[in-house]
């Protein structure tokens, strides 16, 4: 089997990649799930189009799964798959992604966003596994195929035996070092808090030791006059912005150049550091329902963090500048 190299700038820029680009190695897995939601929303694309795909949201899903014994991590989805030419094209050019070139092709205003669009994402798996191994079988199509890769060495693409149309993407975890323990990438409790962390709104049901995980609809999605008082305060108490209730909230939905939703809670108590130096000011950022940034402080203008400061604030829009394309909340 022949091995093939990644490009000269692709090499390099994997190398990069594992080293500078992400400093958090848990982000790994928000790529990875995000690809996968993907590959779901393409078949949703296709049966919009396509009179014999019929498209049931309930049969589609993403599954982690952890196996300590073998020390490999498995994110495995129902999605539309890759044949071999897409495997080489996707994952052995870095930085070409498909799902962009997949939006090109199919827009749509109902609300189903294409969510990796810059082609890195895949690779930051190299940061947590020595071997990376993608099993794929494309929708209609009767072969399947595995491509593997060690990192920047190179990779192979072969003919496997897959039953189901999707991706199975399985990582072999790195042994641990003095300055690193990747045994956490292995433990169900971990794994369950990254994906509650980055991941809850992903759209699709998403598994971890047979149980769902995410929340999957974020509350500033849904019509204000579908929810109570409690709902805004459970949100609020869930994701920890305070042991206190609330004082108030805001919740706006705008449709216009920019659309966006937004939640505003005015808290009962100040943080405890919010005269130190150390106070961060921020919003935290979201993208399609992901989580990008903790505390991006870019998103507040002089007036809101001059007199909002300890306030939480989360914002979903869509635009055709990436920087405006959105959601966010933060303190």
């Not at 205003?109 to 895949?122: E, N, R």
């Not at 809850?200 to 008082?229: C, G, H």
């Not at 409690?230 to 659309?259: M, N, Q, R, W």
């Not at 550091?273 to 992901?290: I, P, W």
Request: charged content about 30%; glycine content about 6%.
């Amino acid at each position: 089997m022949e091995k093939k190299q990644f490009q000269a700038e692709s090499k390099r820029l994997l190398e990069m990649m594992i080293n500078s680009i992400y400093t958090q190695k848990e982000i790994f897995l928000r790529e990875l799930i995000s690809n996968a939601s993907d590959a779901i929303d393409k078949i949703y694309y296709k049966a919009l189009t396509d009179e014999n795909l019929v498209f049931d949201k309930d049969s589609y899903n993403i599954k982690v799964i952890p196996d300590k014994d073998k020390r490999t991590l498995t994110i495995r989805d129902t999605g539309i798959g890759m044949t071999k030419d897409e495997l080489e094209s996707h994952l052995g050019v870095i930085a070409r992604s498909g799902s962009l070139a997949f939006k090109k092709e199919n827009e749509t205003k109902d609300g189903h966003t294409i969510i990796g669009q810059f082609g890195v994402g895949f690779y930051s798996a190299f940061m947590v596994a020595d071997v990376v191994t993608v099993i794929s079988k494309a929708l209609g199509s009767d072969s399947a195929y595995k491509w593997e890769s060690a990192g920047a060495d190179g990779y192979t693409i072969e003919p496997c035996e897959k039953d189901e149309v999707g991706t199975e993407i399985i990582l072999q975890i790195k042994a641990n070092t003095e300055e690193e323990s990747y045994d956490e990438f292995l433990e169900g409790y971990r794994l369950r808090s990254i994906i509650k962390k980055y991941s809850d709104f992903i759209r699709y049901p998403i598994y971890l030791e047979d149980q769902i995980v995410n929340s999957m609809v974020p509350i500033w999605r849904k019509n204000k006059n579908e929810l109570t008082a409690e709902d805004y305060e459970k949100f609020y108490t869930e994701k920890h912005y305070g042991f206190d209730k609330p004082l108030k909230h805001i919740h706006i939905s705008a449709d216009g150049a920019v659309v966006y939703q937004a939640i505003l809670y005015i808290p009962e108590t100040m943080p405890f550091d919010y005269y130190s130096k150390e106070y961060e000011k921020g919003l935290e950022l979201y993208a399609n329902g992901v989580l990008i940034m903790n505390k991006c402080a870019d998103l507040l203008c002089r007036t809101i963090s001059a007199s909002s400061r300890g306030w939480s604030i989360r914002r979903a829009c869509r635009s055709t500048s990436p920087a405006r394309c959105c959601s966010t909340t933060g303190r």
